[in-house]
């Protein structure tokens, strides 16, 4: 007779899964970026200036915020140029009116030009992309705002010198 050997069968000890080391998160201006695309935005971005993407015929700006990852600021800059000191000094009047009454916008003058921004934290920037909407509707209402009482200041102006 043949001997018959009996292979002993020994089950396999199940290999554990090497740790999946963690993803880097990606910075709020990269989530921000990509998000903004995806919503249909066509984004730049600039280490220095941070995000820039048009919309309804205007450049807003999402600089980056190195030390605050929750702050959020949405610039709309030189939408008004300042060509004379009298200008300059309406113009002060007008954004003084403008933030007394606009939501979350401020109006300030920056060298030669006016400048809009909205800043607000937000703990995500997914949570600062649900507001986005809102916040571009408040800051092209303070610039329509500013442009009116621009002009009917430019108006008084111009009847004043004519009544002189």
Do not use: I
Not at 15 to 27: D, G, Y
Not at 59 to 70: G, I, R, S, T, W
Not at 126 to 155: C, G, H, I, K, N
Request: glycine letters at 4%.
């Amino acid at each position: 007779m043949t001997e018959q050997k009996t292979a002993r069968a020994t089950r396999p000890t199940p290999k554990r899964p090497l740790p999946v080391p963690p993803k880097p998160a990606a910075s709020p201006l990269a989530a921000l970026k990509t998000a903004l695309e995806t919503q249909g935005f066509q984004v730049q971005e600039d280490p220095e200036a941070g995000l820039t993407f048009m919309f309804e015929g205007g450049q807003y700006y999402l600089p980056p915020q190195h030390d605050d990852e929750q702050f959020y600021h949405l610039l709309f800059p030189n939408f008004w140029s300042l060509e004379t000191d009298e200008e300059y000094g309406r113009a002060l009047f007008a954004c003084d009116a403008v933030n007394r009454e606009a939501k979350l916008v401020k109006l300030h003058t920056a060298e030669a030009d006016v400048w809009a921004g909205v800043e607000a934290l937000h703990p995500t920037p997914e949570a600062f992309l649900m507001a986005l909407p809102r916040y571009l509707t408040f800051v092209q209402e303070a610039v329509r705002a500013f442009r009116e009482v621009m002009l009917s200041t430019l108006d008084e102006a111009e009847n004043e010198a004519a009544e002189s």
